[in-house]
């Protein structure tokens, strides 16, 4: 049995299952990916759309409240009091003037400023603050913040770059592709656990080699084959990718090596009914490193936002979402193909499931190693028998942690 | 019969409705599951607290009509990949409520549910739990749901729902 964990020589054409089980790597995880230079989604402008509105969400680990401030500005402050450390916001969403934490009742407006401390000059003229206490230095720990086109991001850092060189404009354009400017219209949320590590999450939607061999129904209605055109995009660090696909729709008999088909066909077919909307392909998967999933599917639009909770498994928040006044039609054409997806979902099933047996054997032998020889190389591909967005991804992970 | 026992024969038969239903779900029947609800336009949707507290629509799973139905049970059998698992429904708290504003003949219902799962070697865990405001009809000799929505109170389920509530 190893002690050290050290990567094997083959580097990205090998992960090794610690990498998904190991609780130091996890801790350093936090600290340098989602703690560093990089950023993390944590919601959309549409769902704090007034003065005071805020979300809850998570950076890495990390709770944050996400809230747009008096001159509309978006802030993000993580969701602790800087007094005795207490998750001062408990609900998940809601309106507020000002942040009071219940414990000693200290108050923060919408910039995170501490605004007032009880009893601060003492009782009859005993006690209060001591004279070393100074407001002004215990505000609320606030993350850089970084919008486009209504999606909101968040660092820890205060010098990464600007989103536009994050993800290089080949990614950015798939980004604005979908968030275009218009605004969007949240439809709702999902949220599942899915019993795996927060990366076989992640390289899930990087890995274009087993939608048509593991979602029989995709290959069974067309939505996504393996003889339909297919890219592969990497970003300029390697983290973010994005997987675009141009589907068929044609419901025929399995090609050699694709998943069996099997013998049925929808009865009622507005479970797929879809229009075309956008240019350059049916389907585009965008990973953004480290936490963002931005799916477009047919007329299915999502941000799926991954949280890990320890190694072994991560919490999914889908927020669906639509353009505000599309039409009617359109609107329900979404509704109905989410039947697809989240955890009651006929394709997410599939991964749900593999994910957690993925885990599964990474647990049982964390010195044993994944192997990624599909294709060669970290960079674009045109076709999808490639782990190549896989192996960049594990190119930026290695960099950024060291291993 | 006086109201009260005809009432009381009405829930009756209405509690036979959801335990036969668990039953069929409990036993894995998938290809049953359309058939304990009404042929003409029914509606079944999973949805969670927190979407209908924010009257969004987004559902966990929407079927509109007995073909949606069938073909959320044939993709489950034929198309889905999933581990074996094994679910027990416990349906209670079954209670019939104003019928206002409804045609004759159908009956509002509210019940309870909460669906536990065994995988593996693991013991039976908690997967959903929540409430279930639903709309039955007479169909012949028969009771059969028109509309029901399931309602998950949790705001993030532990797992895949893979079978119907």
Known sequence: MQSTLTWPIEESRRVPGWVYTDPGIYAREQERIFGGRSWNYVGLTAEVPQRGDFIQTYVGENPVVVVRDQDRQIRVFVNRCTHRGAQFCVEPRGHADSFV????????????????????????????????????????????VMVRNGVIFASYAKDVEPLEEYLGPTILSYFDRVCDGRPLQVLGRMRHRVNANWKLQVENLKDTTHAALLHAFYVKFG?????????????????????????????????????????????????????????????????????????????????????????????KTWTFFG??????????????????????????????????????????????????????????????????????????????MDL | MDRKTEQRELLADVELLYTMYAEALDDGDLARWPSFFAEDD????????????????????????????????????????????????????????????????SIKVR????????MGDEPSKLLACGRSTDVIV????????????????????????????
């Not at chain 1, 994005?242 to 050699?256: E, I, M, N, P, Y």
């Not at chain 1, 090596?257 to 797929?272: C, N, Q, V, Y």
């Not at chain 1, 989410?338 to 993925?358: F, K, S």
């Open chain 1, 101 to 144: 934490c219940p414990y000693h009742q200290w108050t923060f407006d919408l910039k995170g400023a501490l605004k007032s401390v009880p009893f601060s000059r003492g009782i009859r003229g005993k006690g209060g603050m001591s004279e070393c206490f100074d407001p002004a230095n215990h505000g609320l720990e606030q993350l850089e």
């Open chain 2, 42 to 105: 029914p509606l079944y949707r999973i949805t969670t607290r927190d979407n209908l507290e924010q009257g969004m629509e987004l559902c966990l799973a929407l079927c509109e009509g007995q073909s949606m139905l069938r073909d959320r049970s044939t993709a489950l059998q034929k198309t889905v990949m999933y581990r074996r698992r094994f679910q027990r429904r416990m349906m209670s708290g079954i209670r019939l409520l104003p019928m206002d504003g409804l045609d004759r003949g």
């Open chain 2, 111 to 118: 019940a309870t549910f909460a669906l536990f799962e065994a």
């Open chain 1, 223 to 315: 939505i996504w084959r393996s003889d339909q055109n297919t890219e592969v995009k990497v970003g300029p660090r390697g983290g973010s990718s994005v997987l675009v696909s141009t589907a068929s729709f044609k419901a025929v008999a399995a090609a050699a090596d694709e998943a069996i088909t099997p013998d049925f066909d929808l009865e009622d077919k507005r479970l797929i009914a879809y229009q075309r909307e956008f240019e350059k392909g049916t389907g585009a998967i965008l990973t953004i490193w480290p936490n963002l999933i931005v799916l477009q599917q047919m007329n299915l639009l999502a941000m799926r936002h991954v949280r890990p909770l320890g190694p072994n498994a991560c919490v």
């Open chain 2, 138 to 165: 007479r169909q012949g000799d028969a009771l059969k749901f028109k509309d029901r929505l399931c309602v998950v109170d949790s705001r993030v389920m532990p797992d895949s729902l893979v079978f119907p509530i």
């Open chain 1, 323 to 400: 353009y505000q006044d599309e039409a009617p039609e359109l609107r329900k054409q979404r509704l109905m193909q989410a039947n697809l997806l989240g955890p009651a979902g006929l394709v997410t099933i599939d991964d749900n499931e593999i994910l957690a047996m993925a885990q599964d054997g990474a647990i049982a032998s964390p010195y044993s190693n994944s192997v990624l020889e599909a294709g060669k190389g970290s960079g674009d591909a045109d076709h999808l028998m490639t782990e190549s967005a896989v192996r960049a991804f594990f190119d930026c992970y290695r960099n950024v």
